[in-house]
């Protein structure tokens, strides 16, 4: 184990586990809810409030506005007694009954107080100097004995007035009620808001958090495994939760994704070992010839090393290029597509010097869409098996029927079981018997060859050939019309 | 630059010596030397005249002086790319058959040797005999090759850039077809046997199914013809086929 780091190390690890954690989901996601819900809320409390002070000062003025104008129609109808009686409802003219029952809750709550020349008429004071004074300084006079506070403003009280003619002159009639009872009302809902607000914040923010970490605890799991994963451990995978939601798909998407990771590493292993192999092969055997020839000069048979040299370095030359072509094609870097005549590039094939005698009159024309070189390995490979396993005799055809190009490659040699045919196909197939490695091996090129017909949207098979050996036929699409008004010379 | 220059004009006069004695004058562009010499001496044996320079501009100099019938031409090249020195060439209209050395490396591919005015290409490795079958193959085609353009109504066909069109229209043939119309072209209004367009077409040594001639006939309707609603190109039955047997005035 090694000591743990310290110094100037802990400082960014520890400023990198905070910015961690301020850029974790968890707490990004708690916090957006809790500021949200915050807002939302004190906005909604100040809404509230505001909402319920108005209706309360609404009620208190409307009621006042009643009592005012009650007591305004009594008095101009000449019933000024109706301000000193105890229960006005009782003496009223033609009150009904709302009205009354707003004037009792009114006069229990409000001050009725008048004001102007004319007051005197109203005033409950039997004594008349005093009735002259009040109305000499303008006092208001307080009605249904009750006292008047010192000052009575718009801001502390909601006032309504009404103006009454009298035969003294005119007076207003004032009904006032304390806005006290409603601010103290109104300061209880804030309190109880001041304290529930944050309440309610904390207990969001809390089931943000439990509720976000349960979802992502699986994250986490997820993360702590794959971190784990490395290029020799592939055959891990990462848990799966449950459920069918996002992470859970994101897992199962991980695991997909890591079984086909965990597969190409195994085929390029297997490749790799394969193609060394089968790379060392010709190069072991080059040198072995060469070198046994090279001890004793005079006795070396040097057209038989030069030739065997010339074959092995075909293999080799082969071999490269179905490398470099399967490469190409796992890479997804093809070269271009266009039209392709297979038959120039079968005769280009046949050009080169060849171990067996090659019947080629079946070769006529075939016009394909697709990469030249890749259409090339096709053509070689196929060749170079029909070569290999031939006992004296090959034939070659090439014909569009329809809409397919059909290119067979016929040999005398022993053929291919029908129970192995869909082996021969695969990378470094090992059959026994005649198809050994001694004759070339499959090797790459027919594996090769299977992935690039179908690429091509072709089809590969093998066919018993009437010259006693395999038929090897691909099919590939035609780019030429079917040909409709082309004559025959005959 | 004296130096250089001599030896660039030593070679030419070489060059212009061997002219006469009716040898197919080869330059092999290769930066490989054991490659470049294993070739020149091959080509020797068989009966060509063959120098070998193993850079870019030195090889460009050389084709210049038009001392050579053909030209092998590596594409990785010091001093300049063989693509380069082929597109120079063309440019400053040296027509000199070049047959490209392609690698399969991913980087460069043949169309694009072609696309830069190479008449022929071959991918490395390569088998020596299909070098020198491509060689004469090339050595035929332009010495009996008239290089005035062939022409037939609104039909014309430039032997040296190796394009056709049709009016204003350039028409993209493959080199098998392009080798064929020619052919035709070559002999307007008579009629050509088909194992004659074989044997020039495909060669003489051709092995495959004769009627491969029909289907490129049929390859060359498709693109020379009947887009432009021509027939110009006809059967004679049991005979052979004829271009431009109907005067372009009644079609």
Redesign the interface.
């Known amino acids: 184990m090694s000591a743990p780091p310290t110094g100037p190390l802990t400082v960014p690890e520890r400023g990198g586990r905070l910015v961690a954690l301020v850029e974790s989901v968890r707490v990004r996601l708690t916090f957006a809810v809790s500021v949200i819900f915050a807002g939302a809320l004190t906005l909604a409390s100040f809404g509230l409030v505001r909402q319920v002070e108005g209706a309360l000062v609404n009620d208190v003025k409307v009621r006042n506005d009643t009592v005012a104008q009650a007591l305004a129609r009594e008095l101009a109808a000449g019933n000024p007694d109706i301000l000193t009686s105890a229960d006005p409802s009782q003496v009223a003219s033609g009150m009904d009954r709302s009205e009354a029952e707003a004037i009792r809750q009114g006069l229990n709550e409000s001050i009725v107080y008048a004001s102007g020349p004319g007051s005197a008429v109203v005033s409950p004071s039997t004594n008349i100097f005093e009735k002259i004074r009040q109305v000499i300084t303008g006092e208001a006079v307080p009605l249904f004995s009750k006292a008047l506070p010192s000052q009575i403003d718009d801001q502390d009280y909601v006032v309504s007035r009404v103006k009454v003619q009298t035969v003294q002159g005119d007076l207003v009639l004032h009904v006032a009620s304390s806005l006290e009872p409603i601010n103290r009302t109104v300061d209880r809902v804030q309190r109880a808001l001041f304290f529930a607000v944050p309440a309610l914040v904390g207990a969001v923010a809390i089931l943000a958090w439990m509720m976000t970490g349960r979802a992502l605890r699986p994250v986490s799991a997820i993360t702590a495994r794959a971190r784990a994963i490395t290029s020799t451990t592939l055959d891990q995978r990462v848990p799966e939760p449950r459920s069918d939601d996002e992470i859970g798909q994101l897992a199962r998407t991980m695991n997909a994704m890591l079984d086909r990771l965990e597969s190409a590493s195994e085929r390029q292993k297997r490749f790799v070992s394969d193609a060394s192999h089968e790379l060392r092969s010709p190069v072991s055997s080059i040198r072995l010839q060469v070198e046994t020839a090279l001890m004793h000069p005079e006795q070396a048979d040097w057209e038989a090393v030069g030739r065997t040299v010339l074959a092995e370095d075909q293999r080799l030359a082969g071999l490269v290029d179905n490398l470099l072509a399967l490469a190409r094609i796992e890479e997804g870097q093809r070269g271009p597509q266009s039209e392709v005549d297979l038959d120039d590039i079968v005769h280009d094939q046949l050009a080169r010097p060849l171990s067996v005698a090659i019947d080629r009159s079946g070769v006529l024309a075939g016009r394909v869409y697709g990469v030249r070189d890749e259409l090339t390995s096709v053509v070689r490979n196929l060749l170079d098996n029909a070569e290999r396993h031939a006992a004296s005799a090959v034939k070659v055809s090439l014909s569009t029927v329809g809409p397919w190009v059909r290119f067979c490659v016929e040999d005398d040699g022993p053929g291919v079981e029908p129970n192995l045919r869909d082996k021969v196909f695969e990378r470094f197939a090992r059959l026994q018997e005649a198809r050994s490695r001694d004759a070339g091996g499959a090797g790459l090129g027919l594996a090769l060859t299977k992935r690039i017909v179908e690429t091509h949207s072709g089809r590969i098979f093998i066919e018993d050939s009437p010259l006693g050996g395999a038929a090897f036929v691909v099919e590939l699409p035609s780019a030429e019309l079917p040909a409709d008004d082309d004559e025959s010379v005959g | 630059m004296t130096g250089h220059s001599l030896v660039v004009v030593l070679r030419a006069a070489w060059e212009r010596r061997s002219r006469q004695n009716g040898a197919v004058r080869v330059l092999v562009v290769e930066d490989e030397v054991a490659l470049a010499d294993a070739v020149v001496r091959g080509l020797e044996a068989e009966g060509f005249e063959a120098t070998a320079v193993h850079d870019g501009l030195e090889g460009l100099e050389l084709a210049r002086t038009g001392g050579f019938d053909l030209m092998v031409l590596d594409i990785m090249l010091p001093g300049m790319n063989g693509y380069k020195v082929c597109r120079t060439l063309r440019d400053e209209e040296v027509w000199t058959p070049i047959l490209m050395l392609t690698a399969?490396?991913?980087e460069y591919?043949?169309?694009e040797a072609l696309d830069t005015g190479a008449d022929d290409f071959l991918s490395k490795?390569f088998?020596f005999?299909?070098l020198v079958?491509r060689l004469r193959a090339l050595a035929r085609r332009r010495s009996d090759a008239n290089l005035q353009p062939l022409e037939f109504d609104d039909l014309v066909l430039e032997p040296v850039s190796r394009t056709v069109r049709r009016g204003e229209t350039a028409i993209p043939l493959?080199?098998?077809e392009f080798a064929l119309l020619e052919a035709l072209m070559r002999h307007v209004g008579e009629v050509v046997a088909?194992t004659d367009l074989l044997d020039r077409v495909?060669g003489e040594d051709?092995?495959?199914?004769p009627?491969?001639?029909?289907?490129?006939?049929?390859?060359l309707?498709?693109k020379i013809d009947r887009p432009f609603g021509r027939n110009d190109l006809e059967?004679?039955?049991?005979?052979?086929?004829r271009f431009g047997a109907v005067s372009p005035a009644a079609s």
Do not use: C, L, M, Q
Request: proline share 5%; hydrophobic share 30%.
């Open positions: 399969k490396d991913g591919d043949e169309a490795p088998s005999v299909v079958a493959s080199p098998r088909k495909w051709f092995e495959g199914d009627n491969v001639v029909e289907v490129y006939i049929g390859y309707r498709r059967t004679v039955r049991g005979e052979g086929y």
